[in-house]
């Protein structure tokens, strides 16, 4: 038993050590415009390095040329709101994964990536109580006039509808209760309707009952061919007296037209955003406090979201390399 223990570890021993030999020296490129906090990208590199690779890091970068240059020779990318478009994939010969730190993944051209078989992810849930936590926060502010001398009003009491209700919206609408509000939920895509009985929502049987009904309604869907533009006018004047919108989702699904006529005809509505919109300055000039935009993308930027988020990419892209875990793939 023990000289055939001791062949079995030498056969893995010489797997472990064959293994090394392929991969020691291969390059994960960590490509972010806007950068990990120090300590995160201290452990991402930890965690390449650890299993062999060679971890290349290229920040704050100002033109698409750095980052074309950059993927010539990497096996991986991990980034953060990065582009990885067509042109950056027929830079990359050798990329096998692509890994973004953060739940959406519209910035990655997945039809090209298809194409190549090069495998994206992303790192669900990592980045969801530093987004929850800013809704909440930006309900407040509204609420209280953004904090200008005046009357303003609590959001205890009042209704929360979430619109898509994921990883992020679910703790929306934790918060939401904790605070006081009753909580309402639209989203078909959710396979276990217990889920809602079990967090204490209700969950509504249509997209417009959920705004009819909801003082504040926080949007959580993602950017697709189907939800771009699909919150406008008709949508808003559908809420109560006083309603307000929160997005911490993407611009994309916002119809600027509709919003802005939204908020003309009905002067008591609000709209917050963390994602600026492109009619930004147009709605700040007609509808003052009434509105507001973070002036960059504020949802992950918190330390634990920035370390968890990229920690767990570097987690998944050496998962993917060393074992073909695909868990996370969102590219199937």
């Known amino acids: 038993m023990g000289i055939v223990q001791t062949l079995t570890d030498k056969k893995k021993q010489e797997r472990t050590v064959e293994f090394t030999s392929l ?10 415009e806007k950068p990990f906090a120090k300590v995160a990208l201290d452990g991402i590199v930890n965690i390449l390095e650890s299993a062999g690779f060679e971890a290349v890091a290229l ?18 990318i991990i980034i953060r709101s990065d582009k990885i478009t067509a042109e950056v994939v027929d830079a990359a010969p050798n990329l096998k994964i692509v890994v973004r730190a953060g739940a959406g993944y519209d910035n990655v ?22 987004v929850a936590e800013l809704a909440i926060g930006m309900m407040i502010y509204m609420a209280r006039g953004r904090f200008t001398p005046g009357t ?65 309604v926080s949007l959580h869907i993602p950017a697709t061919d189907k939800t771009r533009k699909s919150i406008g006018q008709s949508l808003l004047s559908l809420m109560p007296k006083g309603g307000t919108l929160v997005n911490t989702a993407r611009k994309e699904v916002i119809d600027e037209e509709g919003l802005v006529k939204a908020l003309t005809e009905r002067p008591d509505l609000k709209y917050a955003t963390d994602i600026a919109a492109d009619l930004q300055a147009i709605l700040n ?9 973070t002036q960059k993308k504020m949802g992950a930027e918190t330390a634990e979201a920035n370390i968890n988020a990229g920690l767990a990419a570097a987690r998944q892209t050496v998962g993917f390399l060393v074992d073909g875990e695909r868990k996370f793939q969102v590219n199937k």
């Open 23 to 32: 991969i020691m020296g291969k390059k994960i490129l960590i490509a972010t």
């Open 59 to 76: 920040e704050k970068y100002t033109d698409k040329a750095q980052l074309l240059g950059a993927v010539a020779d990497v096996e991986g």
């Open 109 to 130: 051209d997945l039809e090209a990536c298809t194409r190549r078989g090069i495998v994206v992810m992303n790192t669900p849930g990592q980045n969801s109580n530093a």
């Open 152 to 216: 303003g009003s609590e959001i205890s009491g009042k209704t929360l509808g979430i619109h898509a209700y994921g990883n992020v919206g679910s703790l929306v609408g934790k918060y939401g209760k904790a605070m006081g509000m009753t909580v309402l939920a639209f989203d078909p895509f959710v396979a276990d309707k217990q889920i809602f009985a079990h967090d204490g929502v209700t969950e509504v049987d249509s997209v417009e009952e959920l705004y009819r009904r909801s003082d504040y």
């Open 285 to 293: 000039e007609k509808f003052g406090t009434r509105v507001f935009a």
